[in-house]
T-cell receptor, first 112, second 115 residues
């Protein structure tokens, strides 16, 4: 079983709507959790990073939250745009050895 | 535009061919990585180089052979691949391999198809 599980696997929403993507992890202890956005045909790009002591981080319309007690993170997208269509990948860095554990990603499609 | 450039973007090769993937980073980073990305699966780390020295090899089959001639260039040499090796191969760089808060900067990948 993967140490980082993302849900849903895929999601379709209408332009202008909000959505929330989930990331559950078992990595412990960890040093940070990142969300990456991967457009079709491109490499992933870092959106947010949170250390174990942070519980929220925003980047424009993207807001990531972290609950280290329940080992859950979410990525909330507000007022979605067509350009938000992409895969969103959750990555957890293992404390002290810098190994990164990747989720399989959530494929988001925003329709007009 | 990405500071990590990968070529070629697409590659189709037979199982008996030999080919190489190239990666170049223009960010002054000290660490470079090869990842394999298959559909609906997490990224798989293949190789890590830090200051041109290989620091990690996750038991990758010997038909994949990395080369890092300097801190800006990384190659992945391919020979006698199998159809299951078809995937997107992503190169990444970071400031250093030991920096916990240093993000990975990815190239746009090479889409490899083995026939």
């Amino acid at each position: 079983k993967n140490q980082v599980e993302q849900s849903p696997q895929s999601l379709i929403i209408l332009e202008g709507k909000n959505c929330t993507l989930q990331c559950n992890y078992t990595v412990s202890p960890f040093s940070n959790l990142r969300w990456y956005k991967q457009d079709t045909g491109r490499g992933p790009v870092s959106l947010t990073i949170m250390t174990f002591s942070e519980n929220t981080k925003s980047n424009g319309r993207y807001t990531a939250t972290l609950d280290a007690d329940t080992k859950q993170s979410s990525l909330h997208i507000t007022a979605s745009q067509l350009s938000d269509s992409a895969s969103y990948i959750c990555v957890v860095t293992v404390y002290n050895n810098n190994d990164m554990r990747f989720g399989a990603g959530t494929r988001l499609t925003v329709k007009p | 535009e990405t500071g990590v450039t990968q070529t070629p973007r697409h590659l189709v090769m037979g199982m008996t061919n030999k080919k190489s993937l190239k990666c170049e980073q223009h960010l002054g980073h000290n660490a470079m990585y090869w990842y394999k990305q298959s559909a609906k699966k997490p990224l798989e780390l293949m190789f890590v180089y830090s200051l041109e020295e290989r620091v990690e090899n996750n038991s990758v089959p010997s038909r994949f052979s990395p080369e890092c001639p300097n801190s800006s260039h990384l190659f992945l040499h391919l020979h006698t691949l199998q159809p299951e090796d078809s995937a997107l191969y992503l190169c990444a760089s970071s400031q250093d391999s030991g920096g916990n808060n240093s993000p990975l900067h990815f190239g746009n990948g090479t889409r490899l198809t083995v026939t």
